[in-house]
């Protein structure tokens, strides 16, 4: 009995020392996820629009990555690939979850029909209206290695029997069926008792008093990770009261005035939840993360294309991204790495302890050694971004150049470092270039099973 006691304890110390068994002293992690959030949105980077100290300041204090892309810049894709680290057409989230009667939902949002379609994409792709249980979540991956996961907020991978509980969170406020709310004022859903009770609060504001009160309540000694998930700022654009005012005071007009105060809630809402998280004393052992799910529905400088329109574009498809890691990260850093949102899973399991190696299909690749030195992270495969809903569909970044993909069979080419705007198209000048990056995509769409439907094969 001695001698298997002691075999354990070696072998104990060996899956320690080979680093497969997590630390003690994991950190917290608080990922704030903001819907339709611009890259530039904010007062760091437009001061005579935006109010944003604290966005601001959490973005001075820890890496700001500038060069950050949504695989698939839209509501469901965006959310799906977060959770599991695949890309959305690997999980055929091709585009968002309609949610509606038109597409063979009910009025709760709901149905048993496992695809949808899209009247206006040319490819008729078929894109899945939940996130498949079987699909490992990094809420999942995260409670094996001892975390406990709270979700707060917009969920969009399906109705309840897909919702955050079924998918390794352990408890989940202010979920409801929607992809966006009805209002920011309650009753905030339609066809829904989600937060029904609320009477009066802003629902920026409601999802932050419920995840402070949890962090104040919160006494347990395992790690923890929040994912906050705001409606915001995606549409209708309905500002706070007092904020939307203030704006307008200031000369701004319409839906620019909402948006503007939009985006102040939020930036509130972050220095509560940091606020409630010193006041417990957990600050020194948080990480905290901030992006958002694509480009805003306004103008989104410098760049070109956003929610709308050309969404695949800088404008659309690159977004704000800062990680705040304390005694890691450096204030002020700035990385110019390329990365993706795919990265965020092998990145989170590496930081809690776990081997991101061990997960299948991932498609990502972890940024902990690229955070830590701050270094220029050196891609093997180009970035690929894809969407199923008008004729262009596909880009692929690669270094200084991307491509345009369309439906129809044209193709574009940008050199990203000396044109961020895409207002010069040098497919023409650079047919080699052009081929290069088509041959990649030609064979990220087979491994991907979506071939018959392309533009370029």
């Known amino acids: 009995m001695k001698k298997i006691f002691l075999l354990s304890l070696l072998a104990l110390s060996a899956q320690i020392f080979a680093g497969s068994i997590p630390p003690r002293h994991q950190p917290n992690i608080v990922l704030f996820f903001v819907d339709d959030w611009g890259w530039a949105d904010m007062g760091l980077r437009q001061p005579d629009v935006f109010e944003s100290p604290n966005i601001d300041k959490l973005m001075q204090q820890g890496t700001d990555f500038r060069q950050a892309y949504i695989a698939t810049p839209t509501c469901s894709p965006s959310r799906g690939t977060l959770l599991t680290g695949q890309h959305p057409t690997r999980l055929e989230l091709v585009r968002h979850i309609p949610n509606d009667e038109k597409h063979g939902f009910d009025k709760y949002g709901r149905t048993d029909e496992k695809y949808s379609y899209w009247d206006k994409d040319p490819a008729q792709v078929p894109g899945i209206n939940w996130l498949p249980l079987e699909k490992t979540t990094y809420a999942e991956a995260l409670k094996d290695l001892g975390y406990y996961n709270l979700f707060v907020g917009k969920w969009h991978l399906g109705h309840e029997p897909y919702h955050p ?46 995840t402070v009160k949890f962090i104040e309540e919160w006494d347990q000694e395992q790690p923890l990770m929040i994912s906050l998930w705001y409606y915001s700022v995606h549409g209708p654009q309905i500002g706070r009261k007092d904020y939307l005012k203030h704006f307008q005071e200031k000369g701004l007009e319409g839906k620019y005035a909402d948006y503007a105060a939009m985006v102040k809630s939020v930036d509130e809402s972050i220095y509560r939840v940091r606020t409630a998280l010193e006041k417990k004393g957990m600050t020194e052992n948080t990480i905290i993360i901030l992006l958002s799910d694509q480009g805003g529905a306004f103008d989104n400088p410098p760049f070109h294309g956003g929610k709308k329109s050309d969404t695949l574009y800088e404008g659309g498809a690159r977004v704000p991204f800062v990680f705040n890691w304390p005694g890691v990260t450096q204030p002020g850093s700035v990385n110019n790495s390329i990365v ?30 690229t955070i830590r030195e701050n270094s220029e992270l050196q891609r093997s495969e180009p970035l690929i971004g894809y969407r199923a809903y008008e004729d262009l569909y596909a880009s692929v970044r690669e270094g200084d150049w991307k491509l345009l993909a369309y439906r129809s069979g044209l193709l574009k080419l940008y050199n990203i470092a000396n044109d961020e705007g895409e207002t010069t198209d040098l497919a023409s000048s650079h047919p080699e270039k052009v081929e290069k990056l088509k041959s990649k995509l030609v064979n990220w769409e087979k491994e991907m099973k979506v071939e018959k439907y392309s533009g370029v094969q």
């Open 165 to 210: 509980i079924h998918q390794g969170f352990d408890r989940q406020i202010g979920t409801s069926n929607a992809g966006h709310p009805k209002s920011y004022y309650p009753p905030y859903f339609k066809n829904s008792d989600v937060l029904a009770d609320e009477k009066e609060a802003y629902l920026t504001d409601k999802l932050t008093d419920e």
């Open 340 to 369: 993706q949102s795919t990265d965020l899973f092998p990145t989170l399991i590496e930081i809690a302890g776990g081997d991101p190696s061990t997960f299948k299909n991932l498609d990502g690749v972890s940024l902990v050694k």
